[in-house]
C-alpha cells in the first residue's frame, strides 16, 4: 500500500510535466489537443492531490515516502523525495484546484491565441514544477523544481515575445529572481556543508529535525552570527526574490506583460507564494534563533517594509492589473510579517485564501479587459457594472475579501490572524503598526479600484464592453465560492487550519474572542476596514468625470503622489545605480575591442592568410604536380600489372597447373637430394 | 585381366576422343562412350551395383544432361560451335604432363602394398546395411545435399519472364 | 605389372585426359565434361583397390566395403555437381548468350 | 550318351511349364553330347535362350502392329486394315516387306555414322530390357541378383539413342523432337523409378524373380492390391505410358506437329527399327510392371496352378496392352507445357509419398492397421493435391471466340 501510495504522489507533479513534454513536441496548429492533455492531465493530478490532502485530514499525519537515491559520489550519497504533511498537501491541493479552473478560464481567455497549445504546454509545465516544489522532501529537489518554476515563468510571462516589453519583462524577472536563487544555493550548500543532508525529514538525521538543527544553532561564522541565522538570512534572500520583496520586488509589477490568466496563476497565486512557503518549509532553522532572531526579526521587518510600501504605490496606480500586482507584493509582505512573527499557521492561512481571492481578482480583471477590448486603464472604464454584472458580481466579492470585509471573507480572518500573531511578537510593535497601517491602505485602494472601474458613468463612450464567456465566468464563481468558504476553517472560534498545521486536533473553541485582546484586535481590523473603505468612497466617488480628470489625492499630494505613482523610484534608482554603471563598464569593454582587439585580430587574420597563400601555392605547384605524377605512374603500372589478371578461369587453371608442376619437380628434385 | 586389357585401351580412346573432338556434341557422346566402358569395366571386376549405377546415372543422366545443355546453349553460328585446336593446347600439356608423369610413376612404381589378389562379389545387402547404419549420416547428408541441387538447379534454370518452363530443362 | 598397377596407370591417364579437357576447352560444358572424366578417373581408383586388395592381408573382419561406397557417395555428388554446374552455365549463357570462356573475362585487368 | 536318352533322361522338358525353354535345353544337351567345352554350351544356350525372347516379342510386335490397327478401328467406328489376308492377318508381312523394299534416305546434312547408329542403339536396349524380365516360375532368359537396377540402366540408354537421333539427322523437326523426347523421357522416368522403389523397399530384393516369388497365393497377395501398390501402380502405369512415348503423351512424335519427331529424317529398314524399339520398349515397361505389381507370372487364384505360368504372364500382358490402345483410342494429345507440369508438380509429390507410404505398411505388419495407416496417408495428399492442381495449376479452359458464337 505504502508503494502504491508513493507512486500516486509521484503522479501529482509528474502528469502535469509529462503532458508539458507531450505537447512541446506537438505542433502548434493540435491546440485543442494540447489543452485537452494539460486540462486532463491537470485534473488527474488535482484529484490525487485532494486524496492526498484526504489522506493528511487526520491531525498529526505525516507521510514521508522513502527517497530515492538520486546519485552517490563517493560515500555520499544525494537522495530526493517527496513529502507529504498537513503543509505540502494543502499547498498540493490549493495549487492544483486553482490552476485547474485558471485552465479552464484559459480556455475562454487564450481561444483566438496562435500559440494556443504552448501556451498549454508551458502552463503544464509550471504547474508540474510548482507541485514539486510543494511536495519535494528535499531542499535540493525543491531548488531544481524551483529553478524549473522560475523557467517556466520566464516563458510565460515573455510569451507575447514579440513585444519588446514583454520580452524584457521576462528577462527582468528572470534575472532578479535569479539574485535571490543565488543567495538560496549558498544558503543551501551551507546548510548541507554543516549538517550533511538536505532532505528536511530522514528519521532523525533530516535537516529539520533536532540533530542538524542542533548542530546548526551551535556553530558560529563571521561577526558571531550563527550559522542557522546567516543560512536563514540566505534563504531569505531567496524567499525575498521569488516572493517580489522589497528590494527585490521590481519584476513583479512588469511582469503583468505576461497574458492575464498567467499573472493570475504565476504571480498571484502560486508561485510567489513559493517564497513564502519556502520560509514556512525552514522555518525551524529560522526559528532556532528564538523568536526574536535576526532571521525572523529580518523576515519580519521585510515583510512589513513590503506591505506599506506596495499599498502605497498601489494607491497611485492607473494600470487595473499594475494595483493587483503591488497588492499582491503588500499581501505577501503581510505574509513575510506573520513568518517572521511566529506564526507560520497564519502566513499559510493567508497564502491559501490570498491565493483565491487574488487568482480570482485577477481573472476578473482579465475579464474586464478582455470585455473592454484590451483596455487596462482604470481611468478609462467606469461604470462596468451594468455591462458586466456577474464580473462586477464577483469582483466584488475578490475585492471584499482582499481588503478584509468582516466575518464572511477568509481575508477578514487571515488578516486577523496575520495581526494577531504580530501583535503579541515579543520583538516590537511596529510590524504590528505597519501591518494595520497597510490593511488600511489595502481598504483604500481596492475601494478605490472598484469605484473606478465598476460605479459610476462609463470614460470612454466609443467602447462597448461584453460580458465574458461562460467558459470564462464558471472558474470566477468557483474561485469566489473558494474565498469566501475558506474563511469557516480559520476562525478563531474553530481554528481548524492553524491547528492542523501545527499536527494538533481542533477544537471549536466558544471562548475564544474572550482571550487578551482578541475582542480588541477585531474590532481593530473591522476599524481599519471601514475607515479604509469610507475614505475611498469618500474621495472617489464622483471624482473622475473623465478619463482626463486628474486624480483628486494627485493634486492634494503633489511630489509625493508622482513618487508614488513611479513605485518610489526603485526602478530609476537600480537605472542610475546598477545599470548605467554596467552599462558604462560594458561600454568600455566595447572600446577595448573596438580599439585593440580588433585590429590585432585584423593583423592575426593577415598573417593567417598569408600561410594560407604559401601553402596553397606549394600544394598546387609542390604537391599536386608531384603527387599527381605519383599517383599517375602508379596507375599506368597498376594497368599493366592487372592486364595479367585475364579475367579467363583457363587462364587462371593453367597458372595452378603450372604452379603444381614446379612444386612437383621441387618435391621430386628434394626428395631425391 | 582380359577384360581389363581389352577395356583400359578402349576407355582411352575413347576419352580421347572426349577430349579431341571438334565438335562438342561429339565429345560428350564419347564422353558418355567412356562412362559406360567404365561402368561395363565396374562390371568386370565384380561391382556389379557400381557398374549399373554407374551406367544409370552417368549414361542415363549426366550425359543427357550434358547434350542437353549443348543443345540448349548453341551459339547459332556453326562455325563457332565448332572447337578449333585451342591455342593453350602448349600450357595444357606443359601443365597436364608432370603431372600424368607423377601419377603414372607412382602407379607403377610407387605402390609397395603387399596385395593378394581375390576375387570379390560386391554384396549389395551389405552395402545397403552400411549405408544405412555406419554411414546413415553421410546418406542424410547427401539426401539433403541433393535435395537442395535439385531445388538449386531449378531455380537456377527458372527463365526470369516465363517460370513454367524450369522443368524442361531438367 | 600387376593389375592394380594397370589400374592405377588407366586412371592416371584417365585423369591427365580430364585435366586437358578443363585446361584447354574452350566451352564451359567441354570443361565440365573433363571434370567428369577426372572423377571417374578417381572413382576407377576407389574400385581397383577394392578389387584387388584383399582384406584377408589387413586381417579385417568386417568386408572392406569402403572403397563402394565412396563411389555410390562420388558418383551421386557428381551427379548433383553437374546438376549445378550445368545450370550456372545455362544462366551465364542467358546473360552472354556464350558459353566460351574465353569470351568471360568481364573480371579482367 | 545317345541325345534321345539324354532327352529323355530330363522329362520335364516337355511339360508345358517348361516349352519356352525347350529350345534351350535341347542345343546344350546336344551340344555337350557332341563333347563341345564347356563355355560353348553356356554361350550357345545363352544365345538360343536370347533368340527364343526376341523370335517371341518380334512375332508379338508384328502381331501388335495389326491388333493396335484393329483395335483402334474398333474404336473409331471403322474397319481398320482388311485386305492382306484373311481379316488382314497378313497385314504385318506386308508392311515388312514394304520397309525393307524402300529406299535408305540419309540427309546431306546428317551425321552417316551416328544416323546409322541410333536405330540400333534403341533397339538394343529394349531387348536388352525384355533379357531379365521372369515371364514363367522356369523362364527367365538371365536371372540377374540386380535385374531391376538392370531394367532401369539399360533402359536410360534410350534416353541417349532418341538424342543421336535427333541430333544425327541434322534436320529441325528430329532435333525437337529429340528435346521434346529426351525432356519428357527424363521428367516421367524419376516418378517411375521412386514407384518401383516402393516394391524394392518392401521386397527387400532388386532380383525380379524374387519380387515375383513374394506375391504368390492369390492375386490379393499382388502387390497391386495393396492400398500402396494400388496408387504407386496407377502412378508407374502412366509414366510407362510417358516412357513410351504413347498416346496421350506422343508428343515427341505428334504427326500433327512436328511430323514424326526424331524419326522424321529415317526411312525404310531404320524406320522400321525404330518402330520396333518402340514396341518392343512397350512390351518391357509392360511386363515390369505386372512383374513389380500384378504379380508376374503367379495365377490369381491358388486353384489355377495347373495353367502355365507363363501363359498367365502374357495373359497379363495382353490386357495391360490392350489398356495401352484403349487409351489412345480414348484420349487426346496433351500440350509439352501440360505434360511437364503435371510430371512435376503432380507426379513427382504423389510418387515421393508412395515411399513412405511403403514403409509404413512394412513395418505395421500388412494387416488391418496398415490399412487403417496407409490408405489416409495416401488418399488424403492425394485429394489436395490432385484439387489444387486442378484449380490453379490446370491450363485455363480455352474459349472458342468463334466457333462458339
Known amino acids: 500500500m505504502a508503494d502504491h501510495y508513493h507512486l500516486l504522489l509521484w503522479c501529482v507533479p509528474l502528469l502535469p510535466l509529462l503532458a508539458g513534454g ?44 522513502a527517497p530515492l537515491t538520486w546519485f552517490t559520489f563517493g560515500d555520499v550519497t544525494l537522495k530526493i523525495g517527496l513529502l507529504l504533511d498537513p503543509l505540502s498537501a494543502g499547498m498540493a491541493a490549493m495549487v492544483t484546484f486553482v490552476a485547474l479552473w485558471i485552465f479552464i478560464y484559459s480556455l475562454g481567455y487564450m481561444e483566438k491565441e496562435k500559440r494556443f497549445g504552448r501556451f ?70 551551507w546548510l548541507y556543508g554543516h549538517s550533511g543532508t538536505l532532505l528536511f525529514y530522514d528519521g532523525g538525521n533530516g535537516l529539520l529535525e533536532s540533530g542538524a538543527l542542533s548542530s546548526l544553532a551551535g556553530a558560529t561564522t563571521i561577526g558571531g552570527l550563527t550559522v542557522s541565522a546567516a543560512a536563514s538570512l540566505l534563504l531569505l534572500v531567496g524567499a525575498m526574490g521569488k516572493s517580489g520583496q522589497v528590494p527585490l520586488h521590481t519584476w513583479l509589477p512588469d511582469a503583468m506583460e505576461g497574458p492575464t490568466p498567467v499573472s493570475a496563476l504565476i504571480h498571484a497565486a502560486t508561485m510567489v507564494a513559493a517564497g513564502v512557503f519556502l520560509v514556512a518549509r525552514t522555518h525551524p532553522i529560522f526559528s532556532l534563533g528564538g523568536d526574536t532572531g535576526i532571521a525572523l526579526t529580518a523576515t519580519a521587518w521585510i515583510g512589513a517594509i513590503t506591505a506599506l510600501y506596495a499599498a502605497l504605490v498601489a494607491m497611485a496606480q492607473y494600470d487595473i492589473k499594475r494595483i493587483l500586482a503591488y497588492s499582491t507584493v503588500s499581501q505577501l509582505g503581510f505574509m513575510m510579517i506573520a513568518l ?43 461604470g462596468l457594472r451594468k455591462a458586466m454584472p456577474k464580473t462586477f458580481l464577483v469582483y466584488a466579492i475578490g475585492m471584499m475579501a482582499l481588503a478584509g470585509f468582516p466575518f464572511v471573507f477568509s481575508g477578514f480572518w487571515s488578516k486577523e490572524a496575520i495581526l494577531h500573531s504580530a501583535e503579541y511578537w515579543p520583538g516590537g510593535k511596529g510590524p504590528f503598526l505597519i501591518a494595520a497601517c497597510a490593511a488600511l ?14 460605479f459610476g458613468e462609463s470614460r470612454s463612450p466609443e467602447s462597448h464592453p461584453h460580458e465574458s464567456p461562460l467558459v470564462m465566468i464558471v472558474p470566477l464563481f468557483v474561485l469566489a465560492a473558494g474565498a469566501v468558504l475558506l474563511s469557516i476553517i480559520g476562525t478563531p472560534l474553530w481554528p481548524w487550519f492553524e491547528k492542523w498545521i501545527h499536527g494538533e486536533a481542533a477544537v471549536f473553541h466558544a471562548g475564544a474572542f474572550g482571550e487578551k485582546g482578541a475582542i480588541g484586535l477585531l474590532v481593530l481590523s473591522f476599524v481599519i476596514v471601514t475607515v479604509g473603505v469610507g475614505a475611498s468612497v469618500a474621495v472617489y466617488r464622483n471624482a473622475m468625470a473623465s478619463s482626463d480628470t486628474p486624480d483628486p489625492l494627485c493634486s492634494k499630494l503633489g511630489g509625493f503622489w508622482r513618487f508614488l505613482e513611479n513605485a518610489m523610484g526603485f526602478d530609476a534608482f537600480y537605472q542610475k545605480a546598477v545599470i548605467n554603471p554596467l552599462a558604462f563598464f560594458a561600454g568600455g569593454i566595447d572600446m577595448l575591442e573596438r580599439m585593440i582587439f580588433v585590429p590585432l585580430m585584423g593583423l592575426a587574420e593577415m598573417a593567417i592568410k598569408g600561410c594560407g597563400r604559401i601553402t596553397r601555392a606549394s600544394d598546387e605547384v609542390g604537391l599536386n604536380k608531384g603527387f599527381d605524377g605519383v599517383c599517375d605512374g602508379l596507375r599506368e603500372r597498376a594497368d599493366s600489372t592487372s592486364r595479367s589478371q585475364t579475367g579467363s578461369p583457363q587462364g587462371y ?21 | 585381366m582380359i577384360p581389363l586389357l581389352i577395356l583400359a585401351p578402349l576407355i582411352l580412346l575413347a576419352a580421347f576422343g572426349a577430349v579431341w573432338m571438334a565438335r562438342p556434341v561429339h565429345a560428350a557422346l564419347m564422353l558418355a562412350l567412356t562412362l559406360a566402358l567404365v561402368a561395363v569395366l565396374y562390371l568386370a571386376l565384380g561391382a556389379d551395383f557400381i557398374g549399373l549405377v554407374q551406367f544409370a546415372v552417368y549414361v542415363g543422366a549426366v550425359a543427357v544432361l550434358i547434350v542437353f545443355s549443348l543443345l540448349i546453349t548453341r551459339p547459332g553460328d556453326e562455325a563457332e560451335e565448332i572447337e578449333r585446336r585451342p591455342r593453350s593446347l602448349v600450357t595444357g600439356l606443359f601443365c597436364t604432363l608432370p603431372v600424368l608423369a607423377v601419377l603414372a610413376y607412382t602407379a607403377v612404381f610407387g605402390s609397395n602394398i603387399k596385395l593378394i589378389p ?45 517460370p513454367q518452363d524450369d522443368s524442361s530443362e531438367k | 605389372m600387376t593389375p592394380l598397377a594397370m589400374m592405377l596407370t588407366l586412371s592416371s591417364v584417365l585423369f591427365a585426359l580430364g585435366l586437358l579437357a578443363v585446361l584447354t576447352r574452350r566451352n564451359a560444358i567441354l570443361v565440365l565434361v573433363g571434370i567428369e572424366l577426372m572423377l571417374n578417373a578417381a572413382n576407377l581408383n576407389f574400385i581397383a583397390f577394392w578389387a584387388f586388395d584383399s582384406p584377408a592381408a589387413h586381417n579385417a573382419v568386417e568386408p572392406a566395403l569402403s572403397g563402394p561406397l565412396f563411389v555410390m557417395f562420388a558418383i551421386a555428388i557428381a551427379a548433383a555437381e553437374a546438376a549445378v554446374g550445368l545450370a550456372i552455365i545455362l544462366m551465364v549463357f542467358r546473360h552472354t548468350r556464350s558459353t566460351d570462356l574465353n569470351k568471360l573475362d568481364s573480371l579482367h585487368g | 550318351m545317345l541325345p534321345l536318352a539324354a532327352v529323355i533322361s530330363e522329362p520335364s522338358l516337355f511339360s508345358l511349364e517348361h516349352l519356352p525353354r525347350l529350345p534351350q535345353r535341347l542345343v546344350e544337351l546336344l551340344l555337350g553330347n557332341f563333347g563341345a567345352p564347356e563355355w560353348l554350351v553356356s554361350i550357345a544356350g545363352f544365345l538360343v535362350a536370347a533368340g527364343t525372347v526376341v523370335g517371341v516379342f518380334l512375332g508379338g510386335f508384328a502381331l501388335l502392329s495389326l491388333i493396335e490397327r484393329k483395335t483402334l478401328a474398333r474404336i473409331q467406328n471403322r474397319i481398320g486394315p482388311n485386305r492382306a489376308g484373311w481379316f488382314g492377318i497378313l497385314q504385318p508381312v506386308a508392311d515388312g516387306i514394304k520397309m525393307l523394299t524402300k529406299e535408305d534416305i540419309v540427309p546431306d546434312k546428317a551425321e552417316k555414322f551416328l544416323h546409322l547408329l541410333a536405330p540400333i542403339l534403341i533397339v538394343v536396349p529394349a531387348i536388352l530390357a525384355l533379357g531379365v524380365i521372369p515371364y514363367g516360375r522356369e523362364w527367365t532368359p538371365v536371372s540377374l541378383e540386380l535385374g531391376l537396377l538392370f531394367f532401369f540402366a539399360v533402359g536410360s540408354l534410350t534416353e541417349l539413342s532418341v538424342f543421336i537421333a ?38 527387400g530384393t532388386l532380383s525380379l524373380p524374387h519380387i515375383v516369388e513374394q506375391q504368390n497365393g492369390g492375386f490379393w497377395h499382388w502387390n497391386f492390391f495393396t492400398p500402396w501398390g494400388f496408387f504407386a501402380g496407377i502412378l508407374f502405369f502412366i509414366c510407362s505410358i510417358a516412357e513410351a512415348n504413347r498416346c496421350p503423351f506422343d508428343l515427341p512424335e505428334g504427326e500433327s506437329e512436328i511430323v514424326a519427331g526424331h524419326m522424321t529424317e529415317y526411312s525404310g529398314f531404320k524406320y522400321a527399327l525404330f518402330f520396333m524399339g518402340e514396341y518392343l520398349g512397350l512390351f518391357a515397361i509392360s511386363a515390369l510392371g505386372i512383374t513389380l505389381f500384378l504379380g508376374g507370372w503367379q495365377a490369381p487364384l491358388p486353384g489355377l496352378g495347373f495353367v502355365p505360368t507363363w501363359i498367365w504372364f ?78 490453379r495449376l490446370a491450363a485455363a479452359t480455352r474459349t472458342y471466340t468463334f466457333a462458339d458464337g
Not at chain 1, 514539486?132 to 529537489?141: A, G, R
Not at chain 2, 554384396?123 to 531445388?151: K, Y
Request: with cysteine; aromatic share 12%.
Open chain 1, 22 to 65: 507531450i505537447i512541446a513536441f506537438l505542433p502548434d496548429a493540435k491546440g485543442r489537443i494540447a489543452s485537452k492533455l494539460a486540462i486532463g492531465a491537470l485534473f488527474v493530478s488535482c484529484l490525487l492531490a485532494l486524496g492526498a490532502l484526504g489522506c493528511v485530514l487526520p491531525a498529526g499525519t505525516v507521510r514521508i515516502p
Open chain 4, 166 to 203: 535427333g541430333w544425327a539427322s541434322g534436320s529441325k523437326f528430329p532435333m525437337l523432337g529429340a528435346m521434346r523426347a529426351i525432356s519428357q523421357m527424363i521428367s516421367y522416368e524419376l516418378p517411375l523409378i521412386i514407384t518401383a522403389l516402393g516394391v524394392v523397399m518392401v521386397s
Open chain 4, 314 to 391: 502374357f495373359g497379363k500382358l495382353a490386357f495391360v496392352i490392350f489398356l495401352f490402345l484403349w487409351i489412345r483410342g480414348t484420349y487426346p494429345r496433351v500440350r509439352i507445357d501440360q505434360l511437364m507440369r503435371f510430371a512435376w508438380l503432380c507426379m513427382i509429390p504423389m510418387a515421393l509419398l508412395t515411399l513412405p507410404a511403403a514403409g509404413v505398411w512394412h513395418f505395421t505388419g500388412r494387416g488391418l492397421l496398415s490399412w487403417v495407416l496407409v490408405v489416409p496417408l495416401l488418399l488424403v495428399p492425394w485429394v489436395i493435391v490432385g484439387v489444387i492442381f486442378n484449380k
Open chain 1, 441 to 454: 491602505l489595502t481598504a483604500f485602494y481596492m475601494t478605490r479600484q472598484a469605484l473606478l472601474v465598476f
Open chain 2, 118 to 162: 581375390w576375387q570379390p562379389k560386391l554384396s549389395i545387402a551389405e552395402l545397403g546395411e552400411m549405408l544405412f547404419t555406419s554411414h546413415a549420416p553421410a546418406v542424410l547428408a547427401l539426401a539433403v545435399l541433393l535435395t537442395a541441387v535439385m531445388i538449386g538447379a531449378a531455380l537456377f534454370a527458372r527463365e526470369p519472364d516465363k
Open chain 1, 340 to 382: 517572521g512573527t511566529g506564526g507560520v499557521a497564519a502566513a499559510m492561512f493567508h497564502l491559501i485564501a490570498h491565493a483565491f481571492f487574488k487568482a480570482l481578482l485577477f481573472l476578473s480583471a482579465g475579464s474586464v479587459i478582455h470585455g473592454c477590448h484590451e483596455e487596462q486603464d482604470i481611468r478609462k472604464m467606469g
Open chain 1, 653 to 673: 587453371l593453367r597458372t595452378i597447373g603450372l604452379g603444381v608442376t614446379v612444386l612437383l619437380v621441387l618435391y621430386f628434385w628434394l626428395s631425391a637430394g
Open chain 1, 120 to 189: 498549454f504546454g508551458f502552463l503544464s509545465l509550471f504547474c508540474g514544477a510548482m507541485l514539486m516544489v510543494v511536495l519535494s522532501s528535499s531542499l535540493l529537489l525543491l531548488f531544481m523544481a524551483w529553478e524549473l518554476v522560475g523557467l517556466a515563468s520566464y516563458l510565460l510571462i515573455g510569451f507575447y515575445y514579440e513585444k519588446p516589453s514583454a520580452a524584457a519583462a521576462a528577462q527582468k524577472a528572470f534575472i532578479t529572481t535569479r539574485i535571490g536563487d543565488m543567495a538560496f544555493f549558498l544558503g543551501m550548500i
